[in-house]
C-alpha cells in the first residue's frame, strides 16, 4: 500500500510536537534544585553600641542551593551574613559562628568561612584638622598655595586603638601643568604618627574640597609705550608727528606677560575736528597683575595744514 506525502509526514510532524512538549513540560513544570554562591558583606548584630568590633572579614562565600525559579528571582542584596555578639564586651573571641538569610523555600545554605575571631573594642571619636600636602611639579615660574578647604576638620569614628593611632588627615593634591587658580573633591588618608594609613577606622566626610591659589613669578622689565590715536581733523588738516614724553616706561609683571607684549598702548588720544596741536595726559594700559610706572604719559599729536 502505497502512502500519501500527507500520511508520511503527519507521524513526524507530530513526534516532532510531542518532543516539543515534553521539553516545555520539562522546563516548567520540573523545577530541579541549582546552586550558586554569593560574595556577601558580613553584618555585626546585637553589639553594644559603645564596642565595636574589629578583624572582620569584609565579605564571606554563601553558597545557596534552591530551585531554579526562585534562584533566577534571587538578589545578592537579600542575602545577609552576620555574626551575633550579643552579651560580648571588650576581648578576643575565636570561633564566632557566621549565620546567613537567604529568601526563599527552605534553601540549603552553607558559608565559608563558618567561623570567625573577633575583636571586640570600645568605640571612640576623634576630630582631626584637615592638613593639604601639594605634590607634582608645577610649570615654571608658577607656584601654588593654600587658600581654602571645606570642611577644615573631620572626623574619625572607630575602635579605641585603632583612633589613638589616628594622627593626621591628609588630603594630597597635584599640581603638575596647573597655571590657573583650581578647586577639586580629594579624598583623605588618616595616618598614625610614623606616616602609615590607619585602617579600619570610619572617616566623615570622606572627602574634602580644597581651593588652591596659583600664582606667577614676577620680573620688571622696560617696556616701550605705543601712543594710540582716533578721529580725523578737520578738512584740510593731517596728523604729522606723534611724540611722547616718556617712551619707555618700569613694567612689573608676571614672566608671561613679557613673551606676550614687547610695548604697552595708551589710551587714545581724540583728534576729531583739531586745527592745532593736541597734547593730553593718558594713562597706559595696565594688565592684570602688572604694575607701571608712571602710569600715564604725555602724548603731543601734531596738526599739520595741507
Same mark, same amino acid.
Given at each position: 500500500m502505497k502512502f500519501t506525502?500527507?500520511?508520511?509526514? #503527519?507521524?513526524?510532524?507530530?513526534?516532532?510536537?510531542?518532543?516539543? /512538549?515534553?521539553?516545555?513540560?520539562?522546563?516548567?513544570?520540573?523545577?530541579?534544585?541549582?546552586?550558586?554562591?554569593? =560574595?556577601?558583606?558580613?553584618e555585626v548584630h546585637n553589639l553594644d553600641r559603645s564596642l565595636v568590633a574589629t578583624n572582620l572579614p569584609k565579605t564571606v562565600k554563601v553558597k545557596v542551593k534552591l530551585n531554579r525559579k526562585e534562584m533566577i528571582n534571587l538578589r545578592s542584596d537579600k542575602i545577609k551574613a552576620y555574626v551575633d555578639l550579643q552579651g560580648l564586651s571588650n576581648g578576643v573571641y575565636q570561633h564566632i559562628p557566621v549565620h546567613a538569610s537567604v529568601p526563599g523555600s527552605d534553601p540549603a545554605v552553607s558559608i565559608s568561612p563558618e567561623y570567625i575571631d573577633v575583636e571586640i573594642d570600645t568605640y571612640a571619636v576623634k576630630t582631626l584638622p584637615i592638613t593639604v600636602e601639594f605634590f607634582g611639579k608645577s610649570p615654571q615660574n608658577f607656584g601654588v598655595k593654600l587658600d581654602k578647604v571645606t570642611p577644615e576638620y573631620i572626623t574619625v569614628a572607630g575602635s579605641s586603638a585603632s583612633i589613638a593611632k589616628a594622627?593626621? /588627615?591628609?588630603?594630597? @593634591?597635584k599640581t603638575d601643568g596647573k597655571k590657573k587658580?583650581?578647586?577639586?573633591?580629594? &579624598?583623605?588618608?588618616? #595616618? !598614625?604618627?610614623?606616616? &602609615?594609613?590607619?585602617?579600619?577606622?570610619?572617616?566623615?566626610? $570622606? =572627602? @574634602? %574640597?580644597?581651593?588652591?591659589?596659583?600664582? *606667577?613669578?614676577?620680573?620688571?622689565?622696560?617696556?616701550?609705550?605705543?601712543?594710540?590715536?582716533?578721529? $580725523?581733523?578737520?578738512?584740510?588738516y593731517h596728523v604729522g608727528r606723534i611724540s611722547i614724553d616718556t617712551p619707555v616706561v618700569s613694567v612689573r609683571g608676571p614672566y608671561s606677560l613679557f613673551d606676550? %607684549?614687547?610695548? #604697552?598702548?595708551? *589710551? &587714545?588720544? !581724540?583728534? &576729531?575736528?583739531?586745527?592745532? !596741536?593736541?597734547?593730553? $595726559?593718558?594713562?597706559?594700559?595696565?594688565?592684570? !597683575?602688572t604694575t607701571v610706572s608712571p602710569s600715564t604719559v604725555n602724548v603731543t599729536v601734531e596738526i599739520k595744514k595741507e
Open positions: 506525502k500527507l500520511q508520511w509526514w #503527519l507521524p513526524k510532524l507530530l513526534c516532532l510536537i510531542a518532543a516539543f /512538549a515534553f521539553w516545555v513540560y520539562v522546563i516548567n513544570e520540573q523545577n530541579p534544585i541549582v546552586e550558586e554562591t554569593f =560574595q556577601v558583606p558580613i594622627d593626621r /588627615a591628609v588630603v594630597s @593634591v587658580d583650581f578647586s577639586e573633591y580629594d &579624598s583623605i588618608n588618616v #595616618l !598614625d604618627q610614623s606616616g &602609615s594609613t590607619v585602617t579600619g577606622i570610619d572617616i566623615m566626610p $570622606t =572627602q @574634602v %574640597k580644597v581651593n588652591v591659589k596659583v600664582t *606667577e613669578a614676577a620680573k620688571t622689565e622696560m617696556l616701550n609705550v605705543k601712543p594710540q590715536v582716533i578721529g $580725523t581733523p578737520m578738512k584740510g606676550e %607684549k614687547s610695548s #604697552l598702548s595708551t *589710551e &587714545s588720544v !581724540d583728534v &576729531s575736528g583739531a586745527t592745532e !596741536d593736541v597734547t593730553r $595726559t593718558v594713562s597706559i594700559e595696565t594688565p592684570d !597683575d
